[in-house]
């Protein structure tokens, strides 16, 4: 019943953009925090990105920071992830998340703190 899709993944060139978007079903992605986490093969599972439940915090791991954004379209209950400057690095399943917790003023990379899903999106950067 609870539900979060990704899409937007596909193949990029470097130093190309994707945007991916994370549509919840059957509850108000406004009342929680939003992570963009990322795994690739033979890697762990990191954070990318997160979004508080205000809207008003956001988070970007180090590796990301100054290429990609994260937000919000509470109208179409959706967060979106613009991914900008594209590295081969970057190339993995992406999948988003929503806070165990409703109200959340600060988002962290804990996975812990996380307990519904999506089933991923990939993402391909190769020339």
């Known amino acids: 019943q609870l539900q979060l899709v990704e899409s937007g993944g596909g193949l990029v060139q470097p130093g190309g953009s994707l945007r991916l978007s994370c549509a919840a079903s059957g509850f108000n992605l406004a009342y929680y925090a939003i992570g963009w986490f990322r795994q690739a093969p033979g890697k762990e599972r990191e954070g990318v990105s997160c979004?508080?439940?205000?809207?008003?915090?956001?988070n970007y791991a180090d590796s990301v920071k100054g290429r990609f954004t994260i937000s919000r379209d509470s109208s179409k209950n959706t967060v979106y992830l613009q991914m900008n400057s594209l590295k081969p690095e970057d190339k993995a399943d992406y999948y988003c998340a929503a806070s165990r917790l409703r109200l959340v003023s600060q988002c962290r990379f804990d996975r812990r703190e996380y307990d519904t899903w999506g089933r991923g999106t990939q993402v391909f950067v190769s020339s």
């Open positions: 979004i508080s439940s205000s809207g008003g915090s956001t």
